[in-house]
């Protein structure tokens, strides 16, 4: 199984920027997608961005032109660039890793990372 460890949050103030990264124990190029997702108390997981082993980007419509998921297969690590940052952004983000070898159903998660915005 692989192993998701995410780093990188922290408190930021508004307006400000933050780059979380996903490293990944094994390598990345045999997952069909790779993604940040995020949640807050009390609402369910939603997801931020996700980047396919051909390089497609899909993003939440709340972070298109802020963020920008990015992907290097050497270093097998996952980033996802977040600017102008809002109170709204407030969350833990879990990186995701599916697919293994076009397997539909796998499905790993990190144990998350902290942003915090000030205002």
């Known amino acids: 199984q692989v192993q998701l460890v995410e780093s990188g949050g922290g408190l930021v103030q508004a307006g400000g920027s933050l780059r979380l990264s996903c490293a990944a124990s094994?390598?990345?190029?045999?997952?069909?997608?790779m993604g940040w997702y995020r949640q807050i108390p009390e609402k369910q997981r939603e997801l931020v961005a996700t980047?396919?082993?051909?390089?497609?980007?899909t993003y939440a419509d709340s972070v298109k032109g802020r963020f920008t998921i990015s992907r290097d297969n050497a270093k097998n690590t996952v980033d996802l660039q977040m600017n102008s940052l809002k109170s709204e952004d407030r969350a833990v983000y879990y990186c995701?890793?599916?697919?293994?070898?076009?397997?539909?159903?796998?499905?790993?998660w990190g144990q998350g990372t902290q942003v915090t915005v000030s205002s």
């Open positions: 995701n890793a599916r697919g293994w070898l076009g397997l539909p159903d796998y499905n790993r």
């Open positions: 094994r390598s990345i190029v045999n997952f069909s997608a």
């Open positions: 980047i396919t082993s051909g390089g497609s980007t």
